[in-house]
């Protein structure tokens, strides 16, 4: 059964490959799940007919057959638990890698996106260049600690793992900040990723869809 | 095997069950596992050999004979697995609990996050007043969508989850600043967590550290 994920109908990071679909794309083609995308307004997005599907009214959402997902994280996780690939057969292994994938949302993430509340919602305030540099100095706690941890290895805990592709996903969120270039080994760690033939299907799609929207502009 | 977990010796919240150790504890408590726990000073936190065990310097941490497990998302995930309690046994259901837990930990504790943030690194800047109204507002936007999908169900999907000790774990967080009262049934969902016996001896245990700290003191 052919699952049916959503996205944005036109992207705001404009085909950059930032939006949480790519999470899901990526990971679909890592274990060899081709799927069909059903395109979202943000008007759609808003919709009770959505927000069925996902209480937040984001994307993306997950279909197959009755059961409905939303949450990148939880979706990544089902097509791991689902097919080979994703995560470490070994019990102990699969848990650490389980660990990355939290560790990626939910302890590297957050200050990330307070990085894109600055950037987007507070350009234009008195305390922007304040702010800005506080909340820098918070990512880059983090990515001292990551970049710490990872060393010279290639991927967090052995073989690449869904905890590195939700990681990687994350730190591309930094990649135009010049914060990631700080610390060599995680850009190099980031590089790797998107050098993945996975990685490289999933945004080539991602792109093709902001591309046709630009098409369709009059 | 009896379970290692980590906790802070002194909790900066003062014993009010905010750590993310409660949370560990109380899906522990839920599942009928005892286990022990090792304190640890700021101090410690920070040292080599607690960043072996948690890369970035924090608790929980578990330890299970060779397993060592970080974030307290992906312990509750991996004691949910292990024992009977936490996830229903259909797979579909399974799954849509793992998306909840996700949706705790990156949807709605992220602008959480924030709001601790203002209130504790930003008291003292001349933005405070602006920012707690944008954080605050930020926060209204996830509890009022959330308060919408729960409606009248006492859990969120079903029989209680860890979906559900995660969300009502990241509901705490504000009780105090009253925006949870703005949401009456949001406010009983974190009731109904509280009174559970699991929750209720988890929070006594973390309590008793902290007052046992207290009595420490000369």
């Known amino acids: 059964m052919k699952p049916i994920i959503t996205a944005f109908e036109r992207s705001p990071d404009r ?6 679909d790519m999470r899901v794309r990526w990971a679909l083609e890592e274990v060899g799940q081709r799927y069909d995308v059903r395109l979202l ?19 993306p959402t997950y279909e197959e057959g009755d059961l409905v997902l939303f949450e990148s994280g939880a979706i990544v996780l089902h097509l791991a638990e689902c097919h080979a690939g994703l995560l470490p057969d070994d019990a ?19 200050p990330i996106l307070d990085l894109q509340t600055v950037l987007f919602l507070e350009r234009d305030k008195s305390w922007y260049e304040q702010r800005l540099a506080m909340v820098k100095d918070a990512i880059r706690k983090r990515l001292g600690e990551l970049s710490h941890r990872l060393g ?20 591309l969120r930094v990649k ?19 050098a993945r033939p996975a990685y490289r299907r999933a ?16």
């Open 15 to 20: 085909g950059r490959g930032l939006a949480r």
């Open 41 to 59: 307004s943000f008007a759609a997005m808003k919709e009770p007919a959505h927000r069925a599907l996902h209480p937040f009214g984001q994307i």
């Open 92 to 110: 102990a292994a699969r848990a650490r890698a389980i660990s990355w994938m939290f560790a990626a949302l939910n302890t590297v993430e957050p």
């Open 152 to 171: 010279d290895a290639d991927w967090l805990d052995g073989a690449f793992s869904a905890g590195d592709l939700l990681m990687v996903s994350v730190l």
């Open 176 to 194: 135009t900040s010049g914060l990631l270039d700080e610390y060599p080994n995680l850009a190099a760690y980031v590089a790797r990723g998107e």
């Open 203 to 218: 945004f080539a799609d991602q792109l093709a869809v902001f591309n046709a929207a630009l098409a369709g502009e009059s």
